[in-house]
């Protein structure tokens, strides 16, 4: 349905300037990926990575420094445990969404998202949660009606099979409404500083041989917004440019980039621009034999290097291709008695708990 939005859409409100705040977790399981993670899971407050866990580390880990003093002491080792539950969970789920597809087969992936957000300027608050399978959309909660939606017939039996859950749909309700929305708000406070950082892009032409295209590298900038142009004699020029994907780095800035596919001759004849807006500020590299060899043999800094997070990110990016997925279920201490406010405590414990386990 929507090409690598999915990515997108988690960090559209990123941002520490924006009005509207998010708290988001997405879960992705694969079989028959070769070294690759059969789960994964990452969190994101305003599209910034805060946790990170897949079933080759075996850990829940910190994505922010900050992380370790918003939350208490055994958090990690709480989510670890429960994270690893969650792993057996979705190796069930996506073997069941195979059968269902009659796809035993092949490469695939069981994608999920969930979360909160939160208007700084209105007060007015939203949750979502979807889940898919090979980028097709499976199941989206209807938070008005408190209810599963199936969008495809192999999703009926799931469909009904929760919508029947009365204790657990209160309890996503409850999540969605009160505990997400504190939990983001708190987050935000501890990691303020770090949201609303404004850090310039470097900006670099790269080029592994004469003859072969250039490349606009800008790379360690934040917050995401960022255009990157191309100028043939001081207007746009379109043909033949191919826009990155936006990606990030280790140390929470991203990097994007625009290749120009252009002829040795047509460099010689023609003065070619690569222009990079941000709102930091905007950056103009001419395109000259000179320049882009010099800039070759440095090629790029180590910053660039994209990390973990990056990786699982640009998997996530594929495996969401035609698919935005939105979610959140989530457990209170008792979930049995949905009248007795939950016992505060971070929400992915509220959310991963034992009674959560709902198979697909």
Avoid at 17 to 44: C, K, Q
Avoid at 134 to 147: N, Y
Wanted: hydrophobic share 35%; aromatic share 12%; charged share 20%.
């Amino acid at each position: 349905m929507l090409t690598y939005v999915c990515f997108l859409v988690i960090i559209s409100v990123s941002g520490g300037n924006a009005a509207i705040h998010s708290l988001m977790y997405t879960y992705l399981a694969t079989s028959g990926i070769e070294d690759v993670p059969e789960f994964m899971t990452v969190g994101f407050l305003d599209g910034v990575p805060l946790v990170y866990y897949d079933s080759n580390i075996y850990r829940v880990i910190p994505r922010q420094k900050w992380m370790n003093m918003a939350v208490e002491s055994d958090y990690w080792d709480k989510e670890t445990q429960i994270s690893i539950r969650f792993q057996e969970l979705y190796k069930i789920n996506i073997n069941t969404a195979k059968e269902r597809f009659n796809q035993t087969e092949g490469v695939h992936t069981y994608q999920v998202m969930y979360g909160c957000e939160w208007d700084d300027e209105t007060n007015d608050t939203n949750g979502f949660h979807q889940e898919g399978f090979d980028g097709v959309d499976l199941l989206s909660l209807d938070l008005k009606e408190m209810r599963f939606i199936s969008l495809v017939p192999e999703g009926i039996p799931t469909q009904n099979k929760w919508n029947n859950d009365s204790a657990w749909l209160e309890n996503l309700r409850f999540y969605f409404s009160d505990l997400c929305i504190g939990w983001l708000k708190k987050y935000l406070q501890y990691g303020w500083s770090s949201l609303k950082k404004t850090v310039s892009p470097q900006v670099f032409l790269l080029q592994k041989d004469p003859s072969s295209p250039v490349t606009c590298q800008a790379t360690g900038f934040y917050p995401i917004g960022v255009t990157i142009t191309w100028l043939k004699n001081g207007q746009n020029h379109h043909k033949d440019v191919v826009l990155g994907e936006l990606l990030p780095n280790e140390d929470g800035t991203f990097q994007k980039s625009s290749t120009l596919t252009v002829a040795p001759y047509e460099l010689k004849k023609n003065n070619y621009s690569c222009v990079v807006e941000h709102q930091s500020k905007t950056f103009t590299e001419h395109l000259t034999e000179d320049e882009i060899r010099a800039i070759h043999e440095n090629y790029l800094p180590n910053s660039t290097i994209v990390g973990v997070v990056a990786a699982v990110l640009l998997l996530v990016i594929i495996c969401c291709t035609a698919y935005m997925v939105y979610q959140k279920k989530i457990e209170s201490e008792s979930c049995s008695d949905t009248t007795r406010r939950p016992k505060e405590t971070n929400p992915s414990v509220l959310f991963l708990g034992e009674t959560m386990l709902l198979a697909f």
